[in-house]
């Protein structure tokens, strides 16, 4: 557990550690860790020897992210412990990455969210593999004009259950998804902003609601045999304005 006003970004403060949680002030959380790393509950506990020469335990705990602004970088993979309450709440922007010296596994330096991402300015998140979204994986901006920037160098897996929203409480703002591989889509909500997503082949992961809610969306399955949709399971879309591209696999929408 790390509670403090960390270094600017030119400096940041290098870990290597399985677990954190961290916590600071409006100067903001900038950290590199070296390894795969896991956002969630952490306690400690030490034994602080009085002046009368006795030891009492002495306990710390935290859960997740709680800070201004977020820049982290973790070389492998990052996860999150799961959860429906926000596992890191930024009143500033996020930015949050994956690298790998060298390619390994198809995984190894995926990211995975199974709590919430909450934010009142603009979210960044780079996979150096996949970036999956579990059903509690909701990334959402509380406030403000903060859009949101997905990079996958491998695929985008979001769960049914899965939102990304930047009309509940912000200001329709935009966001745009863009993977190497594949995108099984759960929910994006821009209210009356614009979304772009692009990938190999684009597909509707199963929801209940719409795939997209948005004034303007620009869809685009890059493969060669890329489809958008498929035939049993169409994209399920609210949106003004539609631009749409694929390959040999079609395109359906309802």
């Known amino acids: 557990y790390y509670e403090a006003v960390t270094p600017s ?19 903001g959380v900038f950290v590199s860790n070296a390894g795969d790393l896991n956002l969630g509950a952490v306690s400690t506990s030490a034994q602080l020897v009085g002046t009368d020469g006795q030891a009492a335990a002495s306990n710390r705990s935290a859960s997740g992210v709680s800070t201004a602004i977020l820049s982290l970088s973790v070389e492998g993979a990052l996860t999150t412990d799961t959860g429906t309450t926000a596992v890191i709440d930024a009143s500033g922007n996020v930015r949050i990455e994956t690298t790998e010296s060298a390619e390994g596994t198809a995984t190894d330096a995926d990211i995975t969210l199974s709590a919430p991402l909450e934010s009142d300015g603009a ?11 579990g059903a509690n994986g909701y990334i959402s901006i509380t406030s403000g004009s903060g859009t949101v920037d997905i990079d996958s160098a491998g695929a985008v897996i979001m769960d049914a259950g899965s939102l990304i929203d930047t009309a509940t409480n912000a200001n329709d703002n935009a966001v745009l998804v ?4 594949s995108i099984a889509l759960g929910s994006i909500d821009a209210g ?20 997209v809610t948005a004034s303007t969306l620009f869809l685009e399955a890059e493969a060669v045999a890329g489809g958008i949709g498929t035939s049993t399971t169409a994209m399920k879309l609210a949106v003004g304005t539609l631009a749409a591209r694929a390959g040999t696999g079609g395109m359906y929408f309802q």
């Open 178 to 181: 863009t993977a190497g591989g």
């Open 9 to 27: 970004d030119a400096n940041s403060l290098e870990l290597s550690v399985a677990s954190a949680a961290l916590s600071a002030g409006g100067a």
């Open 192 to 211: 009356t902003g614009a979304v772009a997503i692009v990938g190999s082949t684009i597909t509707n992961a199963g929801v209940s609601g719409e795939n």
């Open 123 to 133: 979210v960044s998140i780079l996979s150096s593999d996949n970036l999956n979204l």
